[in-house]
């Protein structure tokens, strides 16, 4: 579409006011863009049919800049729904998709996002079905925020739950961490450095169906550490099962230039946010089938097993140094990094 065909070059008030600049905004780009049997009506809803159960999850996106190395705002809303669903032991299907726009955004701005948008949402082979769009007054936001909500039907064979877990459970991490905290951080404001950072942000629904396709209910539980980082997801689980959790440092994946940027800002990578791998806690007899069949995916080609579950130091997570040492990994208070998703 030609951001020409518009009579403004940002967006402003008369886009929110449901009137003709807001079918404009609509027509021209929204329902253009993402045209199909169920937005093609539209209706303030749509109907949808599934069969069997059906998860869902809801996430709203304020990241800043919406515009960073490796991504935008609109990948990162597609991605993390998705895998929050996927996390489900489900396969996502349909997005709901709502915009809060600030006025003065830039056209060209809201059409690149958009953009992505489709794209993300064509890879991950899920259809954007109803949704809305409001603008609010320069100042009362902070150019775009996105709120998605994805469904998909449950994969036969999950039984994705905490209740599963048991002692002697392994705990496998699809690839390397912080990248996403650490490539926002490059560019914020006062922190730039040169560096070839980027986002992790990335589907992992394949991957996930893969896995409960080979491996059915030896899958425990699966979660993906973005807001609070690897370390509040093992915090929580461990808090959750009323049992201990062991890693290793050395088998926790990151690379070089992660760590020395967590290193030169002061930020333990492991609470730093992640938007492109997740957590597996499985069942030891399959940990070896499951860390090679992540690695044979391009998602998870950096995959390891970091620990176990342990009934010793119940609700604690306790982690081995590379220097031999322990120490207790406790959650995260407060915000390490803000406006991160």
Known sequence: ????????????????????????????????????????????????????????????????????????????????TVNDVAMCGASPKYLSLAFIVEEGLAINDFVKI???????????????????????????GDKIFINTTGFGKVHPKANISADNIKTGDKIIISGPIAQHGMAIMSQREGLQFESTLKSDTTNLNYLVNDLLDAFGDKIHLLRDPTRGGLASVLSEIANDIQQGIVIS?????????????????????????????????????????????????????????????????????????????????TPMIGEQLPRIC
Not at 29 to 50: R, T
Not at 116 to 138: F, L, P
């Open 114 to 140: 958009v953009d992505s948008i489709k794209a993300t949402a064509d890879h991950c082979g899920v259809q954007i079905i109803t949704g809305d769009t409001k603008v609010v007054e320069r100042g009362k």
């Open 1 to 80: 579409m030609d951001t020409k065909d518009f009579e403004f070059d940002t967006i402003n008030l008369g886009h929110g006011s449901g009137g003709l600049m807001t079918r404009e905004l609509l027509d021209k780009i929204i329902f253009e863009k993402f045209s199909n049997p169920y937005l093609d009506q539209k209706h303030d809803g749509s109907i949808i049919k599934i069969e069997g159960s059906m998860a869902i999850s809801t996430d709203s996106f304020v990241i800043s800049p919406i515009f960073f190395k490796g991504g935008n705002i609109g990948e990162l809303a597609i991605n993390g």
């Open 249 to 329: 440092e050395a088998h926790i994946p990151i690379d070089d230039q992660v760590a020395a940027a967590c290193e030169i800002l002061g930020l333990d990578p492991l609470y730093v946010a992640n938007e492109g791998i997740f957590v597996a806690v499985v069942d030891a007899e399959v940990e070896e089938a499951v860390v090679e069949l992540m690695r044979n995916d391009d998602k998870g080609m950096r995959a390891n097993c970091i620990g176990s579950i342990t009934a010793e130091h119940p609700k604690k997570v306790v982690m081995q140094s590379t220097i031999g040492g322990k120490r207790m990994v």
